[in-house]
């Protein structure tokens, strides 16, 4: 229940951007990375992630230039 109030009080851009990390993650475990690693990485690099995001990035180009 704590979950879905949590969820309820954030904007829908937060949201979106929660959605494309989520995807990112999927590109980075495809590319060889664990669940926890690559989850690990998006939050330890949230900053540079959210300016991806707002810069127009794919999940799939973001999670390119963060192995590249």
């Known amino acids: 229940m704590a979950r879905k109030q949590e969820h309820e009080q954030l904007d829908e851009e937060t949201l979106a951007l929660l959605a494309w990390c989520a995807e990112v993650e999927t590109h980075l475990v495809a590319a060889g990375a664990t669940v926890a690693?690559?989850?690990?990485?998006?939050?330890?690099?949230?900053?540079?992630?959210?300016?991806?995001?707002?810069?127009?990035?794919?999940?799939?180009?973001?999670?390119?230039?963060?192995?590249?």
């Open 37 to 68: 690693e690559a989850q690990e990485h998006i939050e330890d690099q949230a900053e540079w992630y959210t300016d991806q995001f707002y810069d127009g990035l794919t999940p799939e180009e973001a999670a390119k230039a963060a192995l590249a």
